[in-house]
């Protein structure tokens, strides 16, 4: 397991904190996919349901209906909404968007955003990537798309807005947020950097940073000053200056079948451990001593630390 901290993982379904094998939270019957912490709860999702925990009781929160998909993995953000920060929930587009926050009392899909494969809270608006078109014919792979300030319920009008690659048309797969509102935009054939500009209209000045194509959107990880990724030849970090190959070592094992691989991520930022998954074995980056370990993940589903919050949008 991972050690340190306050640190646990998903094993069988069950939260077990790294100082010993208490059970804290006994799982639903479908195992849990992804966690994360927000506002003192920690949010537990499976394929088909949701949870918070909190001083010891699980209480579903899943949206009425439940979910539109069996999503493949998740990910999630902050974003604001009327000076609200609220949880916002995605499953790499099987899914509408979801937010909460610890007033409601399930996850509520937010109104008028587009299917998106990937999103992110930025200066006070929701970005999303890789979007399904208003018109709801077509994805548009190469869009970036914007909620207007402070208001994720607003998508075509106001501030809100959109930014198409024109040069081609690989796909935006996800995001890493760094320092100073810097934004990487990592896509299927090349990564970006994005500037904010100031502009309440055009949030964003783009350009090419390198020629890396991101191998798969759960790969991906950010630390504060950098992100790492699994990129299609190599796992990479990367910073505003540009990636570097650090995956030497391990890189023709992990590369190895991966296209049927199940593969997600995590990183533990107190311990600089980058966790890159690839169906039970785990390729794990010390990325403060430039190291490579390996460790057996059988029957662990996902792997979270308390100590980590998500960062404001």
Same mark, same amino acid.
């Given at each position: 397991?991972?050690?340190?901290?306050?640190?646990?993982?998903?094993?069988?379904?069950?939260?077990?904190?790294?100082?010993?094998?208490?059970?804290?939270?006994?799982?639903?019957?479908?195992?849990?996919?992804?966690?994360?912490?927000?506002?003192? +709860?920690?949010?537990? &999702?499976?394929?088909?349901?949701?949870?918070?925990?909190?001083?010891?009781?699980?209480?579903?929160?899943?949206?009425?209906?439940?979910?539109?998909?069996? =999503?493949?993995?998740?990910?999630?953000?902050? $974003?604001?909404?009327?000076?609200?920060?609220?949880?916002?929930?995605?499953?790499?587009?099987?899914?509408? %968007?979801?937010?909460?926050?610890?007033?409601f009392a399930e996850?509520?899909?937010?109104?008028?955003?587009?299917?998106?494969?990937?999103?992110? $809270?930025?200066?006070?608006?929701? %970005?999303?990537?890789?979007?399904?078109?208003?018109?709801?014919?077509?994805?548009? =792979?190469?869009?970036?798309?914007?909620?207007?300030?402070? +208001?994720?319920?607003?998508?075509?009008?106001?501030?809100?807005?959109?930014?198409?690659?024109?040069?081609?048309?690989?796909?935006?797969?996800?995001?890493?947020?760094?320092?100073?509102?810097?934004?990487?935009?990592?896509?299927?054939?090349?990564?970006?950097?994005?500037?904010?500009?100031?502009?309440?209209? +055009?949030? &964003?000045?783009?350009?090419?940073?390198?020629?890396?194509?991101?191998?798969?959107?759960?790969?991906?990880?950010?630390?504060?000053?950098?992100?790492?990724?699994?990129?299609?030849?190599?796992?990479?970090?990367?910073?505003?200056?540009?990636?570097?190959?650090?995956?030497?070592? @391990?890189?023709?094992?992990?590369?190895?079948?991966?296209?049927?691989?199940?593969?997600?991520?995590?990183?533990?930022?107190?311990?600089?451990?980058?966790? %890159?998954?690839?169906?039970?074995?785990?390729?794990?980056?010390?990325?403060?001593?430039?190291?490579?370990?390996?460790?057996?993940?059988?029957?662990?589903?996902?792997?979270? @630390?308390?100590?980590?919050?998500l960062p404001s949008?």
């Amino acid at each position: 397991m991972i050690s340190g901290g306050m640190n646990f993982v998903v094993k069988r379904g069950v939260v077990i904190p790294a100082g010993g094998s208490q059970e804290v939270v006994t799982s639903p019957e479908e195992s849990i996919d992804a966690l994360f912490y927000f506002e003192q +709860d920690l949010i537990l &999702l499976t394929p088909s349901k949701a949870f918070k925990f909190k001083r010891g009781t699980l209480t579903e929160i899943t949206p009425s209906g439940g979910f539109e998909e069996t =999503p493949s993995g998740w990910t999630a953000t902050v $974003g604001l909404d009327q000076g609200t920060p609220h949880l916002v929930l995605n499953s790499y587009g099987e899914n509408p %968007l979801y937010y909460w926050n610890t007033t409601f009392a399930e996850l509520t899909k937010v109104p008028n955003a587009p299917l998106a494969k990937t999103c992110l $809270g930025y200066r006070g608006r929701l %970005l999303l990537g890789n979007v399904y078109s208003s018109s709801e014919t077509e994805w548009l =792979p190469y869009r970036l798309q914007w909620s207007a300030i402070n +208001d994720l319920t607003t998508w075509e009008s106001g501030t809100a807005g959109f930014y198409d690659f024109i040069e081609s048309t690989d796909e935006v797969l996800a995001f890493i947020s760094l320092p100073e509102d810097v934004l990487l935009v990592l896509r299927s054939e090349s990564l970006w950097v994005g500037y904010p500009t100031g502009d309440a209209y +055009d949030p &964003l000045s783009l350009r090419l940073l390198a020629r890396i194509g991101l191998a798969t959107a759960r790969s991906v990880q950010s630390f504060g000053a950098g992100g790492v990724f699994l990129g299609v030849d190599d796992v990479y970090m990367v910073t505003p200056e540009g990636p570097k190959a650090v995956g030497a070592p @391990v890189r023709d094992q992990i590369l190895s079948g991966i296209e049927e691989a199940v593969v997600w991520s995590f990183i533990d930022v107190k311990e600089k451990l980058y966790y %890159l998954v690839v169906d039970d074995i785990a390729w794990i980056y010390n990325y403060e001593e430039d190291a490579w370990s390996r460790q057996e993940m059988e029957n662990i589903t996902c792997l979270g @630390v308390w100590y980590v919050s998500l960062p404001s949008p």
